[in-house]
């Protein structure tokens, strides 16, 4: 495996490169433990976690598996998320150094509009993190926006469309 888990100087582990990374490589598919449902909810005694799970648009709730259920958010990331057909895999933004730890920007992959103190040390990190692409400021938007998560392009698109038409 080209990654590790280990110590976060962000947070709690995180996932960390064990070999270059090329941009644009893909690196893996995020490994999937099982939908969560009302009838099969997550289960603390098998060390089942709520953050450790990913909300669709499309109201389905996934359970991932380690290692990237470890993956750290950054205002600076460097890997992105690209789900087709309930799943997602994970790629590289830009070359990544042996060593580096793996960071996703939330933003970009998730769209719950949960609020949290940012700690991640990147130059520019927003602090406040209000977790949706609308809650971005415009021209982060714009430079992201070939890394949204195609399910947040499609959960977003009458907004994306109006930042687009003003562009144009
Ligand atoms: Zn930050």
Redesign the pocket.
């Known amino acids: 495996m080209s990654v590790e888990i280990r110590e976060s100087a962000i947070h709690g582990q995180g996932v960390y490169a064990n070999t270059p990374l090329r941009k644009h490589q893909i690196i893996a598919p995020i490994n999937i433990i099982r939908e969560i449902t009302e009838e099969h909810p997550l289960d603390p005694e098998k060390g089942e976690l709520y953050h450790h799970c990913h909300w669709y648009p499309d109201g389905r709730v996934i359970l991932t598996g380690e290692p990237y259920c470890y993956t750290n ?3 600076d990331p460097n890997v992105f998320l690209y789900t087709v057909n309930g799943m997602s895999y994970v790629f590289a933004m830009r070359d990544i150094a042996a060593g580096a730890e793996l960071t996703l920007e939330y933003s970009l992959c998730n769209f719950d509009g949960e609020v949290w103190e ?3 040390g ?1 130059w520019g ?3 406040v ?1 209000h977790c949706g692409f609308q809650y971005m400021e415009k021209s982060r938007q714009l430079e992201l926006l070939p890394y949204l998560d195609p399910v947040i392009v499609w959960y977003h698109q009458d907004y994306i469309r109006v930042i687009l038409s003003e562009m144009a």
């Open positions: 958010h950054s205002c940012c700690r991640c990147a990190c927003r602090g993190h």
